[in-house]
């Protein structure tokens, strides 16, 4: 499943186009660890692993934008291990937090980020480790992606964005099935991994009316995770 996605991308002419527009403006082609501060010195570092999704959200920014706080954030997947490492150093002095969420599904690339938290729990200890998902992991890998990330990261942050599963269609747009009973199941193992969960929902989008907010918080708290209502922001940050 990871290759193919990955291959989509790939494939993508968008994509290839894009690339080659950046690298004649002179961009750096690979941003893989970023910032949205613009800070120096900033906590938090933010991992861009990969571009692809097994999502479509109607406010999803990849489809708005094609940056972050300046960062051009597409790519080809293209990438070796030590490329991260290389473009983390500029921070390591720094960072106290660091998050995967990148314009795509970070678990997408999920060997790639068991090896860079390794990494970091090896050289960096004290950092904290979050995983911004939108918890379809355990579905696409058919095992229990959680279990296999116990002690690797402190804490996922799961979009959750609907009530039930109409109205996740109709937002999220999965390519796969049973969606968003997965998406429940996958965040409610990371709670008996030991990692620290909360889910979210997006409000203030134009083409999102209506949506039950108390139920959707009813639904993380029974779950046992924190609940977070993000207002949508045009730029994203
Ligand atoms: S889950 Fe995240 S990356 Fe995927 S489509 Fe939705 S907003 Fe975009």
Known sequence: MEQNLILEVFASKYIKVFLVY??????????????????????TVYINLTNACTNACIFCLRTQKDDV????????????????????KRYS?????????G?????????MMKKFCKYLRLNYPKIKIRVNTNG?????YKTNVAEEFKGLIDS??????????????????PKIKNAFDSMKDFTKCCKDAGIEI????????????NIDV????????????????????????
């Open 214 to 237: 108390k139920k959707c918080e009813e639904i993380a708290n029974s779950l046992g995770a924190k609940f977070r209502n993000r207002e949508f922001i045009t730029n994203g940050y």
């Open 198 to 209: 909360s889910m979210s929902i997006v409000t203030g989008f134009d083409k999102i009316h």
């Open 103 to 111: 314009y795509g599904e970070p678990f997408l690339r999920k060997e």
């Open 69 to 88: 706080c300046g960062k051009e954030m597409w790519h080809d997947d293209d990438y070796e291990f030590e490329d991260i490492v290389e473009q983390f």
């Open 136 to 140: 379809h992991a355990n579905a696409i």
């Open 22 to 43: 950046n690298l004649l403006r002179g961009y750096d082609m690979y941003t893989l660890v970023y910032s949205i501060t613009n800070d120096e010195n900033p906590d």
């Open 156 to 173: 996922v942050s799961v979009s959750l964005n609907a009530p039930n599963q109409d109205e996740y269609e109709e937002i999220c747009k």
């Open 93 to 101: 002095h720094c960072a106290k937090n660091v998050v995967f969420c």
